[in-house]
Every structure is written in structure tokens, then in C-alpha cells.
């Protein structure tokens, strides 16, 4: 059972409008979420994060927003720029001590 | 500080060979983890250490998988024998403050044929 899940494999945006990007998970206990981005062919970087105590997180063009209640988080990329194109992975954790869950990735393609 | 490093970056073996994967974590870093990329599954954990002892290995999906820290700047993680559902891209990451802020090496690519 994927307890974090990311429903859009792919996403196409054009340059300089927004990207957003979704995840949705199962587990009440993850309390801290994190994205990381991911170019062919390197491992995967740590984007942002955000706690559970908190519903926006913003850094420069990247922001954060989350809804405990729908268990929703979301990341938005705003203006999109063709260098955003990546594997971009939403991740949750619980209390301290537990691991971290992965969604599946969506793939954003940003064209010029 | 160079990062997180992981050898060899691609690997082709036949099935029923032997596979070993490397991997030398940030210095300083207590954490380490093994993940492996697929298609069907995305990012899933296979194992991590902390300060080189073995916490928790259930992802590993069976005996044929192992994995050692035998030391705080190297691991292993081994396949025998290998099998063509192998076949994946397996990330070595390190961790300073735990479970969240992962850096990740850059993967070694794995085909099992």
C-alpha cells in the first residue's frame, strides 16, 4: 500500500507559468515533507520542506503548501524555467526515528 | 567535500552472477541509506545504518540481498545471485540529522540479463 502518492506521472508547462506539482498521503503520523528534484542520470537533491506545525513554506520560486486535513501537499514553481525540467519526488516522514516514504515521482518538462 | 560516492556508475552482469555495490557516505555523516528506483515502485528503502549498525533492513526483498557498513565511510550492498527483476537503479544516500535531509549519490544502473 503506497502510503504517499504522486497521481500525475507528468506534467508539461510553459516558460514562466506556474508548475504545480501534488501529492497525497495515507499516514496521520507523518509530521515533516519534504521535495527533492531529480536530473537524468544524478541522484535525487533536496528541494524544500515543510512541518506539519506549518501550511506554507516558501523559498525564491519554490513554495510549499500543505492541507493536513486532505492530507495534500503541494509544490509550486513559480515562474517555471526550462532547468526546473526534472523528476521531481514528494517524501513524508513520522515521528523521529522513522523513515522516510517516497511517492512515485512526476516527471516535469518545461518547454522554452 | 565531494559528496556522496557510489561505484561502479553502471553494472551489466548475467543472471546467477554475483553483484557487489559501493557506496562511501559524507564524512561525518551517522546515517546511511540504500534505495533502489523502478518504474513500478518509484524510491523505495531497502536498508540504513546508523553509526554503522544495521536499524532496519525490511525493505530488502529477500535472503538473495544483503548489505555492510563495515566501517563509517564505506558500505556494501550485495546481490547473489543476481536476477533480471535486479535490473534498476540502486542510490547509496547519507544523512547528518537522520531520516530527512538525504544527499544521495549518483546511482549505479544495474541490468541483469
Known amino acids: ?112 | 567535500d565531494a559528496g556522496v560516492i557510489q561505484s561502479p556508475r553502471h553494472e551489466v552482469t548475467e543472471m546467477g552472477q554475483e553483484v557487489t555495490l559501493r557506496c562511501k557516505p559524507i564524512s561525518g555523516h551517522d546515517y546511511l541509506f540504500w534505495y533502489r528506483q523502478t518504474m513500478m515502485r518509484g524510491l523505495e528503502l531497502l536498508i540504513y545504518f546508523n553509526n554503522n549498525v544495521p536499524i532496519d533492513d525490511s525493505g530488502m526483498p529477500e535472503d538473495r540481498f544483503s548489505a555492510k557498513m563495515p566501517n563509517a565511510s564505506f558500505s556494501t550492498l550485495k546481490i547473489q545471485p543476481s536476477e533480471p527483476r535486479d535490473s534498476a537503479v540502486y542510490f547509496c544516500a547519507s544523512s547528518g540529522t537522520g531520516h530527512e535531509k538525504l544527499f544521495f549519490g549518483s546511482g549505479t544502473q544495474l541490468s541483469v540479463l
Open chain 1, 1 to 112: 500500500d503506497q502510503q504517499v502518492k504522486q497521481n500525475s506521472p507528468s506534467l508539461s508547462v510553459q516558460e514562466g507559468r506556474i508548475s504545480i506539482l501534488n501529492c497525497d498521503y495515507t499516514n496521520s503520523m507523518f509530521d515533516y515533507f519534504l521535495w527533492y528534484k531529480k536530473y537524468p542520470a544524478e541522484g535525487p537533491t533536496f528541494l524544500i520542506s515543510i512541518s506539519s506545525i506549518k501550511d506554507k513554506n516558501e523559498d525564491g520560486r519554490f513554495t510549499v503548501f500543505l492541507n493536513k486535513s486532505a492530507k495534500h501537499l503541494s509544490l509550486h514553481i513559480v515562474p517555471s524555467q526550462p532547468g526546473d525540467s526534472a523528476v521531481y519526488f514528494c517524501a513524508a516522514s513520522g515521528n523521529a526515528g522513522n523513515m522516510l516514504t517516497f511517492g512515485g515521482g512526476t516527471r516535469l518538462m518545461v518547454k522554452p
